[in-house]
């Protein structure tokens, strides 16, 4: 349920930076708390990325602005609108654009946001699916477009997905299988290795195997790959991909050093595409999230999600930085 009158005031997640760390509150605010805007939303729900649990443990800079609502995602309803694009009663999507790094993000039941960062609400989803499917789900997306749009095919061979239990990886493998490739998951969680197959992995290994000191060349294995953690697997990962294949970079868990040569790049021929989020042109936001909503399996998507309030987000992004979260955690801020 909605606490308090959203008309006057709303309800939010507020981190104040310190020298100690990050401060973090509930608070009841009053609308003038927002940030500038041409559209008011009325949040339904927002996610929980590995971003969002940097910026809400204090492990890196992320927030940019003090206090700070976090949150990089959310989905809702308009509440008003000056732009042109949206009225009263739209659904909308919001991924990305600085949101919750230097503007008011998703952790609350009231954002106000430029309109050009949004998108429409795909049909077929709820806003809570939608959610489910996060900057995680998108970004899942842009990586399995890149890797076909430089050339691989479900026949090119198997297919890597590394850090493949959290947000970003659970939904690789998911699309990834969808569109018939052969899908290794890497993690570091061999348990939940039943989890993986059941999204769509043929074979799960373990983190350890790319974890090993990197040889300039390795055997030849992986057709492509979706990098979820960088650092030493990144560089085993290239070390192993066949020739001419593709490797979309989209994250740092396992750190941002990259320990490689160039021997895959020019004795193999190997690409490294990296992907960004967070500053996708829209037309490839509409594009991704066009075929997320053709795509998802939604049962899947229900099997990696769980839903929690914003005063179990600390938590939660304690948990996930610690690695003990799978798939996608999507926040009811009106909980």
């Not at 606490?3 to 605010?29: I, M, Y």
């Not at 429409?120 to 842009?142: F, K």
């Not at 996708?280 to 899947?300: C, M, T």
Request: charge should be neutral.
């Amino acid at each position: 349920m909605r606490h308090g009158n959203a008309a006057d005031n709303f309800r939010a997640l507020v981190v104040t930076t310190t020298e100690s760390g990050p401060g973090l509150e509930v608070r009841q605010l009053d609308r003038d708390f927002l940030m500038e805007g041409d559209v008011t939303i009325a949040v339904d729900h927002s996610t929980l990325n590995y971003k969002d649990g940097l910026a809400l443990t204090g492990r890196a800079p992320i927030l940019r602005v003090s206090p700070m609502i976090p949150g990089v995602d959310l989905a809702g309803t308009v509440e008003s609108s000056q732009h042109p694009d949206y009225a009263p009663g739209d659904k909308v999507v919001l991924n990305g654009w600085g949101v919750g790094e230097r503007h008011h993000g998703g952790y609350a039941q009231l954002a106000r946001v430029r309109g050009e960062w949004l998108i429409p609400l795909p049909d077929r989803l709820s806003t809570r699916q939608a959610m489910a499917i996060g900057t995680a789900g998108y970004t899942a997306m842009l990586c399995v477009t890149a890797l076909e749009r430089d050339g691989l095919q479900p026949e090119s061979g198997p297919v890597l997905v590394t850090g493949a239990a959290g947000g970003v990886g659970s939904l690789a493998v998911a699309l990834l299988a969808g569109r018939g490739y052969t899908v290794t998951a890497s993690t570091g969680r061999m348990e939940e290795s039943p989890y993986l197959q059941a999204l769509g992995a043929s074979a799960v290994i373990g983190r350890e195997e790319l974890q090993t000191p990197v040889k300039p060349l390795a055997k030849e294995r992986w057709a492509g790959a979706v990098d979820c953690v960088g650092g030493t697997t990144l560089a085993n990962v290239l070390s192993q991909t066949r020739y001419g294949g593709s490797v979309t970079a989209c994250g740092l868990a396992g750190g941002m050093d990259l320990p490689a040569t160039v021997a895959p790049f020019i004795l193999r021929g190997v690409h490294l595409l990296g992907v960004d989020s967070v500053m996708a042109p829209r037309q490839a936001r509409l594009r991704a999230w066009r075929s997320l909503a053709a795509e998802i399996d939604l049962g899947k998507l229900e099997s990696m999600t769980r839903t929690i309030a914003i005063d179990e987000l600390p938590a939660a992004a304690a948990d996930m930085l610690a690695g003990k979260v799978r798939g996608r955690i999507v926040v009811d801020v009106n909980a």
